[in-house]
């Protein structure tokens, strides 16, 4: 837990994962990205879904939801996900948060690693908010695109993540830069895909950066270590250096989503570029 401004954080480990390295790291030859995240008999690497739980000026909220837990055995194998140690509930609980606790819910986008969680099937399988007292929130060019996405990225919008959330009347869409709430600032950014909303909680003394998927681990505070995932990987790039040079400049924390072993650090410059200081803890 660490305190950032009027606001306390702290990292929510909401599970682990497996995507491919060579899509998480695009273009990069794998006899370099295999030093920082060696893969499996898959060519699979490990991934964390490292949630933000924000308390402060009267609200709690969680910024991204992770992959959920209403998926098939098919779906799990394939992602080899696993809530053996690590889960959204549970993790809130040990952090003295219930659901109806969560006032707002950020998500930076709907893909299913980071929307997973924001429903949930009842009894009857019926879909609802996990969150039933919070407000959903999500860029309107972002949502546009989830509704009607492309054939490249079709597979990582799983309308049952996000589609109840417009039914239940929770959902918020957002148009552009925004301070959210004091302190807390949202940038649409559309390297990834478009509109992705990033997270910057402001500090007196010093700021904390939600990257989401523009450096989802570490290893991609390296300009050129785009995703093949992203859609447009120039434009990806291009708002790399803009937002590394910012905390490099203002001395911004940098939280890594889905980096098991890196969720949050200071960076410094390095004979590459930039490149991970000091770890921070923020359990």
């Known amino acids: 837990m660490l305190k950032i401004g009027n606001y ?8 682990r994962f497996r995507l491919d390295g060579g899509a998480m790291f695009g273009v990069v030859p794998k006899v370099l990205w295999e030093r920082r995240q060696p893969p499996d008999s898959q060519n699979r690497i490990a991934m964390s879904t ?5 308390e402060g000026e009267d609200r709690k909220i969680l910024i991204d939801t992770g992959n959920g837990n209403k998926f098939d055995d098919k779906f799990a194998d394939m992602y080899a996900i696993d809530h053996s140690e690590y889960d959204l509930n549970n993790a809130l609980k040990r952090a003295g948060i219930f659901p109806g606790d969560i006032t ?3 998500l930076t986008h709907l893909h299913f690693d980071h929307s997973g969680g924001a429903t949930v099937r009842d009894g009857h399988g ?4 996990t969150f039933g007292n919070a407000t959903y929130y999500i860029q309107k060019r972002h949502w546009d695109w989830a509704l009607a996405p492309s054939d490249k990225d079709r597979a990582s919008f799983l309308p049952e993540n996000f589609r109840p959330l417009k039914s239940a009347g929770c959902l918020e869409t957002l148009d552009g830069e925004t301070e959210l709430f004091p302190g807390i600032r949202l940038f649409p950014v559309d390297g990834h895909t478009f509109a992705q909303q990033i997270v910057l909680i402001e500090g007196g003394e010093r700021s904390l950066f939600y990257g989401g998927d523009l450096f989802p681990m570490a290893a991609h ?3 050129p270590w785009v995703m093949a995932y992203d859609l447009n990987p120039l434009k990806t790039i291009e708002e790399k250096k803009f937002f590394s040079e910012r905390a490099l400049e203002e001395g911004w924390l940098v939280f890594f989503e889905h980096d098991p072993e890196t969720p949050c650090a200071t960076i410094e410059m390095g004979p590459r570029g930039p490149r991970v200081g000091q770890k921070i803890d923020l359990a």
């Open 8 to 15: 306390t954080v702290r990292l929510i480990d909401a599970g």
């Open 50 to 54: 490292n949630l933000l739980l924000v």
């Open 104 to 106: 707002d819910v950020i």
């Open 126 to 129: 019926e879909l609802h908010p």
């Open 221 to 223: 505070l390296s300009v």
